[in-house]
């Protein structure tokens, strides 16, 4: 256990540079394996999560390596390529890792075992898994769909059209991973878009992509059996992280930060619309485009912020931001209505009771019914002075971090040690910024 405690904060006042994209670094590592040829990648997450992922690659046959210069070198073995793992795959608390691997090792004919922290392992996998045995895998996991479990890969599999019952990038990118093994076409229909770092990286070891958005969702045709080429790439700094300072900036009075090389995919950028409406005080500056993403720097300063409705349908686009609204949504004056967060159930713990049991603590009042999130901002600092059960989970940890920076009384966390799957270096980035977060007793 790593307790910590934030009191309140003088102004925040800097630059700091978000650490890499936790979604493009998995997805990086991954293809980059598949690719043929050796692949540069910078900027890549160092987090527990993906360093899972990299040795999962490197257990299936893939040379990964970090060369002096802090860049990661990856010597792929190509579509169809993969060896039998030796052991179980150990993907700590890492969901992402986790799915996404499951889809690439379905369409090899090779037997993979997978297993994870005590979070992820009451995390269900049932709905990446049955497109997966449409395809001809078979899986074989406990209740519920649950790891520990065995993907079975099929030795002949089937291109396959599925629909996506809910909006998930996961099993989006799951399903596509493990139709590049497959013969003909695979196509992911989605009732509305999420994030697309896969097509995106995809398209940059040089897959073929078809995309159309119909009345009906949009249509993601991938093409089997392609020979991916090894592509060096930069991650962009994940939007993710970057929220935490972000909304510290704006809640605590008299600061101004920018956040270098954030990845500003307009399907991640739901939390800069809502914080837009909110009233925050935010530009985008440098925007360019690294590594087929584009990015730029964020400037923020402190703000007055207003409620607002936020519609179900910018939930995927901002999914793993809604704990930090959420505090954000504290201090704002009037309601925040947040719909759609069905989503938020299935993360690292239930973030929607997590979310709504933190901020009544903290003296927040806070409805959730069913899919919605509802919180009555005074327009003024909540009074804080609560003892916060993390649940394992990085990102609750630190948005509750960050409301005690501008509360009245300090928050105090009962674990932050998941901070680091994410946001490595969390305290001493917000520290440097003149946050006040140390060891809690």
């Known amino acids: 256990m790593t307790p910590l405690s934030s009191g309140t904060a003088a102004a925040l006042n800097g630059r700091l540079r978000a650490p890499g994209d936790k979604s493009v670094s998995h997805r990086a590592l991954i293809l980059a394996a598949l690719a043929v040829g050796r692949t540069r990648v910078t900027g890549l997450l160092e987090g527990e999560d993906v360093m899972r992922t990299a040795a999962a690659m490197g257990a299936l046959g893939a040379a990964i390596r970090r060369s002096d210069d802090g860049a990661w070198l990856i010597d792929g073995v190509g579509i169809g390529g993969l060896a039998e793992a030796e052991d179980v795959l150990d993907l700590g608390n890492s969901g992402t890792g986790a799915r996404l691997l499951m889809g690439v090792v379905a369409s090899h004919g ?19 898994a049955e497109p997966l045995q449409r395809l001809g895998a078979r899986i074989i996991a406990r209740d519920g769909g649950r790891l520990p479990l065995a993907v079975i890969g099929a030795a002949s599999p089937l291109p396959i059209t599925y629909r996506l019952p809910v909006p998930s990038a996961q099993v989006k990118s799951a399903v596509l991973l493990a139709g590049l093994n497959a013969p003909g076409e695979t196509i992911v229909i989605e009732p509305q878009p999420t994030r697309d770092h896969s097509e995106r990286m995809l398209r940059h070891f040089g897959a073929a992509l078809a995309i159309d958005d119909g009345p009906n969702g949009r249509r993601i045709a991938l093409k089997g059996q392609p020979e991916l080429k090894a592509a060096d790439l930069a991650v962009p700094g994940d939007p993710s992280s970057a929220a935490f300072p972000a909304i510290a900036a704006l809640l605590v009075p008299g600061s101004e930060v920018v956040i270098e090389g954030v990845g500003v995919n307009p399907l991640r950028t739901g939390l800069l619309d809502t914080l837009t409406e909110m009233g925050a005080e935010l530009s985008l500056l440098q925007e360019r485009i690294e590594g087929g993403e584009p990015v730029a720097d964020l400037r923020l300063r402190s703000s007055a912020l207003r409620g607002v409705a936020v519609p179900a349908e910018r939930a995927p686009r901002m999914i793993d931001e809604y704990p930090v609204l959420a505090v954000a949504a504290a201090f704002a004056k009037g309601r925040t209505v947040m719909h759609g967060l069905g989503e938020l159930r299935v993360k690292e713990s239930d973030r929607l009771s997590a979310i709504a ?53 300090p928050v105090r966390i009962d674990d932050g040690a998941t901070i680091a799957t994410s946001f490595p270096g969390f305290v001493e980035a917000m520290n440097g910024l003149g946050a006040t977060i140390a060891p809690a007793p």
């Open 110 to 128: 090779i037997t993979t075992f997978f297993t994870g922290d005590a979070s992820l392992r009451r995390r269900p996998m049932a709905r990446v």
């Open 357 to 409: 049991q933190g901020l009544t603590a903290c003296g927040v009042s806070v409805a959730v019914e069913g899919d919605t999130l509802a919180v009555d901002g005074l327009g003024a600092p909540p009074a804080g002075g609560a003892e916060i059960a993390a649940k394992l989970d990085h990102r609750i940890a630190m948005a509750f971090l960050v409301l005690g920076l501008a509360a009245r009384r």
